[in-house]
C-alpha cells in the first residue's frame, strides 16, 4: 500500500515565477492538506481539499492556489513567486482526523 | 487561542538515557485531537501517535510512551533507553474539532533532539 507521494522532490525556481507542485494521497483516503515548513519552524497550514472542493484555508495569499482531481490527488500552484516562499512543501492526506504525511517537495527561491 | 508550545528547542543526551519532550496545548474547544510526528533529517513528517481529548489513558508502544493529562493541557511523550536512531526534530501538533475547523493540523515549533553514541 503506497503512503502519500509528491513531486516533484527538488525545486529551484526564479522570484517572480510560477511552480506547481504534485501530492498523490494514501490509497483511501479522500482528504488532502497542504503545508508549508520553513527552515527551522513548524509546518504552517496551507489549505485542505475535500471532495474537490477547498474546505479551508490558513492564512496565505491568494498567490497560493490549489486543486483536487476525482482520483482525489492534488495540486499546489504558487504564482509571482517570493524568495519568502523558499521552503519544504508537505502534502498530507486523511481519511478521518490524523494526518499521514508524504516526503515533502524543496522549493528553492532564487 | 489554539495554539501548542514545545518550550525545549534542543535536548541532548547520551544513548541508553531516558528522555521526555514536553507539550502544551490552548484550545477553547472540548474535542480536539493530539499527535507528535517524528521529522528526521530526510525531512518526511512520520506519524507516532493520536489521542483524541476524552481519552486520558497513557499509552506505551515500544520504547515510546505518552502521557496527556488535561488538567495542565500537556501531552508529555518520553522516549526509555534512547537510540542514535532517535535523533530527528519532534513536533507535537493538535487539531481542535469544530465547524471552523475541518481537520487544520496547529504545530508547536518542535524539539530537536540529539541521541549521542
Known amino acids: 500500500d503506497a503512503g502519500v507521494t509528491q513531486s516533484p522532490t527538488h525545486l529551484i525556481k526564479t522570484r517572480g515565477q510560477q511552480v506547481t507542485l504534485r501530492c498523490s494521497p494514501k490509497s483511501g483516503h479522500d482528504t488532502v492538506s497542504w503545508y508549508q515548513q520553513a527552515l527551522g519552524q513548524g509546518p504552517q497550514f496551507i489549505f485542505q481539499?475535500?471532495?474537490?472542493?477547498?474546505?479551508q484555508r490558513g492564512n496565505f495569499p491568494d498567490r497560493f492556489s490549489g486543486h483536487q482531481f476525482p482520483n482525489y490527488s492534488s495540486e499546489l500552484n504558487v504564482n509571482a513567486l517570493l524568495l519568502g516562499d523558499s521552503a519544504l512543501y508537505l502534502c498530507?492526506?486523511?481519511?478521518?482526523?490524523?494526518?499521514?504525511f508524504g516526503p515533502g517537495t524543496r522549493l528553492t527561491v532564487t | 487561542a489554539q495554539k501548542v508550545t514545545q518550550a525545549q528547542t534542543e535536548i541532548s543526551v547520551v544513548e541508553k538515557e531516558d528522555v521526555t519532550l514536553d507539550c502544551v496545548y490552548e484550545t477553547r474547544d472540548t474535542t480536539y485531537y493530539l499527535f507528535w510526528y517524528k521529522q528526521p533529517p530526510s525531512g518526511e513528517l512520520v506519524f507516532l501517535i493520536r489521542r483524541n481529548s476524552f481519552d486520558e489513558q497513557n499509552e506505551i508502544s515500544g520504547r515510546y510512551s505518552w502521557n496527556f493529562q488535561k488538567s495542565t493541557s500537556s501531552f508529555n511523550f518520553t522516549i526509555t533507553a534512547s537510540q542514535v536512531v532517535d535523533s530527528a526534530v519532534y513536533f507535537c501538533?493538535?487539531?481542535?474539532?469544530?465547524?471552523?475547523?475541518?481537520?487544520?493540523?496547529?504545530f508547536g515549533q518542535g524539539t530537536t533532539l540529539q541521541v549521542k553514541p
Open positions: 498530507a492526506s486523511s481519511l478521518m482526523a490524523g494526518q499521514y
Open positions: 481539499y475535500y471532495e474537490e472542493e477547498e474546505r
Open positions: 501538533a493538535l487539531i481542535p474539532l469544530s465547524s471552523s475547523n475541518t481537520g487544520k493540523l496547529i
